[in-house]
Structure formats: structure tokens, C-alpha cells
């Protein structure tokens, strides 16, 4: 049976794991463990590179052209007018790479690549939760029944996905605006700021990727809710990868059991302040980009209730 614990002072809107008096020992848990869709993350990840690409292949001349109207700021950089000259000749320039991204970005194709990666994910979700519905109670689940009540799920999920993405290369821009501002109000030479947009510019394919696992961990986070709770199960297991990239607050809350209507809040660990909670409150893969999963806690009556579904039938 897993361990119940709490993260230490939890704000008080919440209440953190489920309390052991509040549970039966007629609970089961499936030993096997619940599966993180790790290839379909890589393949919403391709998915998405292409707008890396572009950003990267386009951004040269557009760069160049920053470097040159800063440059010629910064030696004279005594006079407001000129700096004020200086922004918006750039704040022109940032906007004419943007148009050039816009023309370059096929969102037609990568809402069909996402689409599919989408369909692809939601087979691993329902294939795996029927491996754990039959390892827990000896149950078979009726597949069909979940692939045709997920449509809006799915689509929900793939338009936020596209949105997300396609949206990324406005964000960039907006980070070579503050790079800028950085760059004039400090009084930085030109090679300064070139060199830190140049890296947030080699940076974006790892930002791309990082898109791409948050938003597989919000799909998978909301599937498996859908499974649990299309089923009458209202508690899980949290259950980490269990690797070094596992944040603390993250690792804590493995094997700790949660309710659906009530997640924990998420907190991380400072030099000076010790533990800060971030005010946000998260389900196993909606923290950002979370790749924890959530364990179904099955009780008797549900076992008794399933048996009697259509979505079921007992072995």
C-alpha cells in the first residue's frame, strides 16, 4: 500500500495527500506501473522543431540589422533622441522577422502532425489503462468506448497545442526586445547583446522540445483523469520517473495518494527563503513540463459497479 505523507507547511486552501483514515483496506492499486508516453513526446516534438528551423534559418539578416542600428547607438549613446531612434528602428525590424516567420510557418501541416501524434498518444492512454485496470481487479475495459468519448478532449487539446507552438516565435521576439532593453539601459557594448540573443536564438530547438513535453504531460494528465473518473475512481497514486530530473517538490509527492477534486500544491526550494510555494496546484503532468503519472486507487464498490457496466466486463 503506498505511503501517505504531506509536504511540509502546505498552504491551508488545500489538503495535501488523503488521510489513512479516510481510506479502506478494500483499496487496490495496480502494482504495474502507469506509462509516461515518452514516444509520442518525441513525436509531438518533430512536430514542432520545424518552427526552431525557421526561426534559425531566417534570423541571420535580421540579426545583422539589429547589430548595425545598436552598434551605431551605442557609440553615441549620450543622446535620448538617438536612443529612442535606436527602438524603433529595431521595434521595425522585429516586426518585419515576425512577418517573415508567419510566411515561413505551415500551421496547416503541423496541425496535422499534432493531430495525429494526439490520436497516437490517446492509444497508449487507453492501452495502458486497461493494463492496469486488469492487473488491479481482474477487469476488462471496452476499448472502443474510450477512443469515441475522448473526441473533444483531444481536440481541445490539439487546438492548445497549436496555439502554443505557433505562438513560440512571437515569445522569441519578445525576449530579443528585453535583450535590447537590457542591452541600452546598462549601457551594454554590442557585442554583449548580440551574443545573448545569438544564444537564445541556438536555444529555441531545447525551448521547442520543452513545449513539446509539457504539452504531452497536459494530454496524458487529462486522458488519464477522463479513464479514472469515467470509471468512478476519484484517488490516485502520485508516481514520479523516479530519475535525477525529478524536481524535489515532484519527488516528495511520490507514492503519496491524491484526490481528483483536490491537488497539491507545488513549491520549490530556495538558499535564502528554504521551501516556496508557487500558488499553483497540480495533477500528476500539469506542473510545467511535469512527466509524473497517476496511479488509479481502486475501492470495492467501484469493482462491484464496473462489473456492471458497459464499459466492462469481468474475466
Known amino acids: 500500500m503506498a505511503t501517505i505523507a504531506t509536504v511540509k507547511?502546505?498552504?491551508?486552501?488545500t489538503l495535501m495527500a488523503v488521510s489513512s483514515a479516510n481510506r479502506t483496506n478494500t483499496e487496490k492499486i495496480p502494482t504495474r506501473k502507469p506509462v509516461y508516453p515518452m514516444s509520442a513526446e518525441r513525436e509531438l516534438a518533430r512536430a514542432f522543431l520545424p518552427v526552431s528551423v525557421i526561426i534559425k534559418k531566417t534570423a541571420k539578416p535580421f540579426l545583422e540589422?539589429?547589430?548595425?542600428?545598436?552598434?551605431?547607438?551605442?557609440?553615441?549613446?549620450?543622446?535620448t533622441d538617438a536612443r529612442l531612434s535606436m527602438q524603433d528602428a529595431i521595434g521595425i525590424i522585429l516586426?518585419?522577422?515576425?512577418?517573415?516567420?508567419?510566411?515561413?510557418?505551415?500551421?496547416?501541416?503541423?496541425?496535422?502532425?499534432?493531430?495525429?501524434?494526439?490520436?497516437?498518444?490517446?492509444?497508449?492512454?487507453?492501452?495502458?489503462?486497461?493494463?492496469?485496470?486488469?492487473?488491479?481487479?481482474d477487469l476488462e475495459i471496452n476499448e472502443p468506448f474510450y477512443t469515441e468519448t475522448t473526441e473533444d478532449l483531444i481536440n481541445k487539446w490539439v487546438y492548445e497545442s497549436v496555439q502554443n507552438i505557433t505562438s513560440y516565435p512571437q515569445e522569441y521576439l519578445g525576449k530579443i526586445q528585453e535583450i535590447i532593453t537590457w542591452g541600452y539601459t546598462t549601457n551594454q557594448p554590442m557585442v554583449n547583446v548580440y551574443r545573448r540573443i545569438e544564444k537564445l536564438t541556438g536555444d529555441t530547438r531545447a525551448h521547442v522540445r520543452m513545449i513539446a513535453r509539457d504539452q504531452m504531460g497536459t494530454l496524458n494528465s487529462r486522458m488519464t483523469r477522463y479513464e479514472h473518473e469515467s470509471m468512478g475512481v476519484s484517488k490516485y497514486k502520485w508516481v514520479t520517473k523516479r530519475d535525477s530530473r525529478v524536481r524535489e517538490c515532484h519527488r516528495e509527492l511520490d507514492g503519496q495518494i491524491f484526490d481528483w477534486n483536490n491537488p497539491p500544491a507545488m513549491w520549490y526550494r530556495t538558499i535564502s527563503r528554504g521551501i516556496v510555494y508557487s500558488g499553483r496546484y497540480c495533477h500528476p503532468g500539469e506542473d510545467y513540463g511535469c512527466r509524473c503519472v497517476a496511479a488509479p486507487v481502486f475501492d470495492e464498490k467501484i469493482v462491484e459497479a464496473a462489473k456492471a457496466n458497459r464499459k466492462f466486463y469481468a474475466v
Open 9 to 13: 507547511n502546505p498552504p491551508a486552501r
Open 65 to 79: 540589422r539589429i547589430a548595425a542600428v545598436y552598434g551605431a547607438w551605442a557609440q553615441e549613446n549620450v543622446r
Open 95 to 137: 516586426e518585419e522577422y515576425g512577418d517573415a516567420l508567419d510566411e515561413q510557418i505551415d500551421v496547416e501541416s503541423i496541425t496535422d502532425r499534432v493531430n495525429r501524434t494526439a490520436r497516437y498518444a490517446r492509444g497508449i492512454s487507453i492501452r495502458d489503462w486497461k493494463a492496469l485496470v486488469k492487473n488491479a481487479i
